[in-house]
């Protein structure tokens, strides 16, 4: 019953990401790499142990914590990165209406809202 649990969570991410986030194509895939680990995961559980014993962890548990915070990470990094690149566009924007305004010599437009 969890496996099939995790695995409908895990599709559900997985679709969300996808249908919602328009990434670049390598975060695309580092997100469709880090879908199928989870679901290797999943449905083969003695896989973490062998990776553990591979790479010299001492459980498989620990294995997919370290799998988990470095994808964590990367979804912070991807986060901040967005949020820059908004932040310049709002600023060249801005200053466009600004410049805009000037050459017209009247009031910024009115918000609408």
Same mark, same amino acid.
């Given at each position: 019953?969890?496996?099939?649990?995790?695995?409908?969570?895990?599709?559900?991410?997985?679709?969300?990401?996808?249908?919602?986030?328009?990434?670049? %194509?390598?975060?695309? %895939?580092?997100?469709?790499?880090?879908?199928?680990?989870?679901?290797?995961?999943?449905?083969?559980?003695?896989?973490?142990?062998?990776?553990?014993?591979?790479?010299?962890?001492?459980?498989?548990?620990?294995?997919?914590?370290?799998?988990?915070?470095?994808?964590? %990470?990367?979804?912070?990094?991807?986060?901040?990165?967005?949020? %820059?690149?908004?932040?310049?566009?709002?600023?060249?924007?801005?200053?466009?209406?600004?410049?805009?305004?000037?050459?017209?010599?009247?009031?910024?437009?009115?918000?609408?809202?």
């Amino acid at each position: 019953m969890i496996k099939i649990v995790l695995i409908a969570g895990l599709t559900a991410c997985f679709l969300v990401y996808f249908a919602k986030v328009r990434t670049m %194509l390598s975060d695309r %895939l580092v997100g469709l790499a880090l879908f199928i680990a989870g679901l290797l995961f999943v449905l083969f559980p003695n896989l973490t142990y062998c990776l553990a014993g591979w790479l010299g962890v001492g459980r498989g548990a620990d294995v997919v914590f370290y799998f988990a915070i470095v994808a964590f %990470l990367f979804f912070i990094i991807l986060i901040r990165a967005h949020l %820059l690149e908004q932040e310049r566009q709002i600023t060249e924007l801005t200053r466009a209406i600004a410049m805009l305004t000037a050459r017209e010599g009247g009031e910024p437009p009115a918000d609408e809202s």
